[in-house]
């Protein structure tokens, strides 16, 4: 309004309703689809013939209320368990692919270790490993056998520990070899280039790929509890076997997908900064 | 259940469904009349063999339900139960002849060779489709055991149990048997099976376990036999229950009913359970 001398031409005008037009459109468009698939979808469950048999036994509201403390402080040992395996397994998982990577001929034992460690390990069924280490080493009867949860927590790195490395593996390698000969035409040493050239690179690729075994760490965490710990999954079961009511499981999935977000919003961000970054030069 | 015209019996078939249905000891159950006794005489019993009460059970017989194998001999939970419910509806021991039948054959359709089996069955909604079930004679109590070396063998109460490590298996009536009875300081740790947990218990990761008491019986028996019975918990939640089994629609199931019913309300059974399975079989009662 202030720039009087700016007068629209008859067709720009035309331009700008007939854009407005086609937003309104759009809009009503996508409203209309939503709403009908909505429809669809409340109609399909809610008017199924066992709907209210199915909220009964997995909605009922009274039920979720009374699971709720227990279920919690079984989640709170899935929140424990999976900060120490999450650190314990990245750890692991970055010194097995640094040893997988090492060069040279004598160093071809330690190499045939960690490929033999991420082979068995990543082969391995997470079950088998959890039986083997909590019901299986204790059974030693060793003196300082550390309690029960800690047995699990070494299965669980053992086994995420594997996949962790092929990833970290898959980021070293990414690095192109000139970095390398660039590095020791510099003078830095083997470790240097590793510390400085090569790792940060390589960690900052694979951010996302790393993230998302976390948060599936996150749901395998809870299977120690075939060992005697009830976590919340376990907690869930215990009170449906006393109510022949599936509302806890529902309970935890709901807590579970709560205790996701934070971790795979993170996981979204990072993998949205690497692309800007990258693409940014 | 029977269905037979005679009116007393009728009564006496309804008394139990009831006691079957409640699954719970008929503590104020009316005593069966004397003429429903005499209903259910000796000589107007339909046996297989006038005159005679054939009744059979398993080969071999475990203990401490049966003794050495031999059923005829009156000791043992089952053989004692199975001769008291002889005597009531009035057979002597001599009257009484045991047979043999494996316990998958007992609880399938057909017909039967005998007029009752004790053999721990179960009582279920399933197998009454198949055949018929007296009153339940027994309610199956749940037990810790732990092994001899673990510091809870030797312990007398429930009080004494409160700092041990105690396990069983989910969802099932031993595991609300230490969350409600027990109530022990540590958490309670729960597996996906009693073998899992067996383990546990022979590692030393747990102090005791709590099973059912035949389970309790037959691991300390035949499984781990370095582990020992400590006790039996008091009664918690719906328990399994066992029956005499009789053929399907049995002319004699009311009149067996009954014997299990006045035995139940005069502590027959009572005292049986507290001889052959509390003291005999060293499964004492924790308090």
Same mark, same amino acid.
């Given at each position: 309004?202030?720039?009087?001398?700016?007068?629209?031409s008859?067709?720009?005008?035309?331009?700008?309703?007939?854009?407005?037009?086609?937003?309104?459109?759009?809009?009503?468009?996508?409203?209309?689809?939503?709403?009908?698939?909505?429809?669809?979808?409340?109609?399909?469950?809610?008017?199924?013939?066992?709907?209210?048999?199915?909220?009964?036994?997995?909605?009922?509201?009274?039920?979720?209320?009374?699971? /709720?403390?227990?279920?919690?402080? &079984? #989640?709170w %040992?899935?929140?424990?368990?999976? *900060?120490?395996?999450?650190? +314990?397994?990245? =750890?692991?998982?970055?010194?097995?692919?640094?040893?997988?990577?090492?060069?040279?001929?004598?160093?071809?034992?330690?190499?045939?270790?960690?490929?033999?460690?991420?082979?068995?390990?990543?082969?391995?069924?997470?079950?088998?490993?959890?039986?083997? /280490?909590?019901?299986?080493?204790? &059974? #030693?009867? %060793?003196?300082?056998m550390?309690? *029960?949860?800690?047995?699990? +927590?070494?299965? =669980?790195?053992?086994?995420?520990?594997g996949?962790?490395?092929?990833?970290?593996?898959?980021?070293?390698?990414?690095?192109?070899?000139?970095?390398?000969?660039?590095?020791?035409?510099?003078?830095?040493?083997?470790?240097?280039?590793?510390?400085?050239?090569?790792?940060?690179?390589?960690?900052?690729r694979?951010a996302?790929?790393?993230?998302?075994?976390?948060?599936?760490?996150?749901?395998?965490?809870?299977?120690?509890?075939l060992?005697?710990?009830?976590?919340?999954?376990?907690?869930?079961?215990?009170?449906?076997?006393?109510?022949f009511?599936?509302?806890?499981?529902?309970?935890?999935?709901?807590?579970?997908?709560?205790?996701?977000?934070?971790?795979?919003?993170?996981?979204?961000?990072?993998?949205?900064?690497?692309?800007?970054?990258?693409?940014?030069? | 259940?029977?269905?037979?015209?005679?009116?007393?019996?009728?009564?006496?078939?309804?008394?139990?469904?009831?006691?079957?249905?409640?699954?719970?000891?008929?503590?104020?159950?009316?005593?069966?009349?004397?003429?429903?006794?005499?209903?259910?005489?000796?000589?107007s019993?339909?046996?297989?063999?006038?005159?005679?009460?054939?009744?059979?059970?398993?080969?071999?017989?475990?203990?401490?339900?049966?003794?050495?194998?031999?059923?005829?001999?009156?000791?043992?939970?089952?053989?004692?139960?199975?001769?008291?419910?002889?005597?009531?509806?009035?057979?002597?021991?001599?009257?009484?002849?045991?047979?043999?039948?494996?316990?998958?054959?007992?609880?399938?359709?057909?017909p039967?060779?005998?007029?009752?089996?004790?053999?721990?069955?179960?009582?279920?909604?399933?197998?009454?489709?198949?055949?018929?079930?007296?009153?339940?004679?027994?309610?199956?109590?749940?037990?810790?055991?732990?092994?001899?070396?673990?510091?809870?063998?030797?312990?007398?109460?429930l009080?004494?149990?409160?700092?041990?490590?105690?396990?069983?298996?989910?969802?099932?009536t031993?595991?609300?048997?230490?969350?409600?009875?027990?109530?022990?300081?540590?958490?309670?740790?729960?597996?996906?099976?009693?073998?899992d947990?067996?383990?546990?218990?022979?590692?030393?990761?747990?102090?005791?376990?709590?099973?059912?008491?035949?389970?309790?019986?037959?691991?300390?028996?035949?499984e781990?036999?370095?582990?020992?019975?400590?006790?039996?918990?008091?009664?918690?939640?719906?328990?399994?229950?066992?029956?005499?089994?009789?053929?399907?629609?049995?002319?004699?199931?009311?009149?067996?009913?009954?014997?299990?019913?006045?035995?139940?309300?005069?502590?027959?059974?009572?005292?049986?359970?507290?001889?052959?399975?509390?003291?005999?079989?060293?499964?004492?009662?924790?308090?």
């Amino acid at each position: 309004m202030t720039l009087l001398d700016h007068v629209p031409s008859e067709a720009q005008l035309r331009r700008s309703a007939y854009r407005r037009r086609q937003t309104v459109h759009s809009v009503l468009v996508a409203a209309f689809s939503t709403a009908a698939l909505g429809t669809l979808l409340v109609i399909a469950v809610t008017g199924a013939p066992g709907w209210d048999r199915v909220r009964r036994s997995f909605l009922d509201p009274q039920i979720a209320r009374d699971a /709720l403390p227990t279920v919690l402080s &079984g #989640l709170w %040992l899935n929140v424990r368990l999976l *900060v120490c395996c999450a650190v +314990g397994a990245l =750890l692991l998982g970055l010194v097995i692919a640094v040893l997988r990577t090492l060069r040279g001929p004598v160093f071809f034992p330690v190499r045939a270790l960690a490929a033999g460690y991420t082979y068995t390990f990543r082969g391995l069924p997470l079950i088998i490993v959890l039986y083997l /280490l909590t019901l299986g080493v204790p &059974g #030693l009867r %060793l003196q300082g056998m550390p309690p *029960v949860l800690v047995l699990g +927590g070494i299965a =669980l790195v053992l086994t995420y520990g594997g996949y962790l490395a092929e990833v970290f593996r898959a980021g070293i390698e990414s690095v192109h070899s000139s970095q390398l000969a660039a590095a020791r035409s510099l003078g830095l040493t083997y470790r240097q280039t590793m510390r400085h050239v090569v790792l940060p690179q390589a960690v900052r690729r694979v951010a996302p790929p790393l993230l998302n075994d976390v948060v599936a760490l996150q749901k395998d965490v809870g299977l120690v509890s075939l060992a005697g710990p009830i976590d919340a999954v376990r907690a869930a079961q215990i009170a449906t076997a006393q109510t022949f009511n599936y509302t806890p499981y529902i309970v935890a999935g709901v807590l579970f997908v709560l205790l996701a977000i934070p971790l795979i919003a993170v996981t979204d961000w990072v993998t949205l900064r690497a692309a800007r970054r990258q693409s940014g030069g | 259940m029977a269905s037979r015209s005679r009116p007393l019996a009728l009564t006496l078939a309804g008394a139990v469904v009831v006691a079957t249905a409640g699954c719970a000891p008929q503590d104020e159950k009316p005593t069966p009349t004397v003429t429903a006794a005499s209903s259910c005489a000796k000589d107007s019993l339909p046996t297989r063999t006038p005159g005679k009460l054939t009744i059979a059970t398993d080969q071999p017989a475990y203990e401490p339900w049966f003794s050495d194998d031999k059923p005829d001999n009156g000791e043992g939970f089952e053989s004692a139960v199975a001769y008291a419910v002889a005597e009531k509806l009035g057979y002597t021991r001599a009257d009484v002849t045991w047979i043999r039948v494996k316990f998958d054959t007992a609880i399938a359709p057909g017909p039967k060779d005998f007029d009752f089996d004790i053999n721990q069955f179960s009582i279920t909604e399933e197998r009454k489709r198949a055949v018929d079930f007296s009153a339940p004679y027994y309610l199956v109590r749940q037990t810790v055991i732990a092994l001899k070396s673990s510091k809870i063998a030797g312990r007398t109460s429930l009080a004494e149990l409160r700092d041990a490590r105690l396990g069983a298996q989910v969802g099932t009536t031993s595991y609300q048997a230490i969350t409600d009875v027990i109530k022990p300081t540590a958490k309670p740790q729960v597996y996906n099976s009693n073998d899992d947990a067996k383990k546990a218990l022979q590692n030393g990761q747990l102090d005791g376990l709590v099973v059912d008491l035949p389970t309790a019986f037959y691991i300390t028996g035949a499984e781990i036999t370095d582990a020992t019975i400590v006790g039996q918990v008091p009664q918690v939640g719906t328990p399994e229950a066992f029956g005499l089994l009789l053929d399907k629609n049995s002319p004699l199931t009311s009149c067996v009913s009954g014997a299990v019913g006045q035995l139940t309300t005069a502590g027959t059974l009572k005292e049986l359970e507290q001889k052959w399975l509390a003291q005999v079989a060293g499964a004492a009662e924790l308090r």
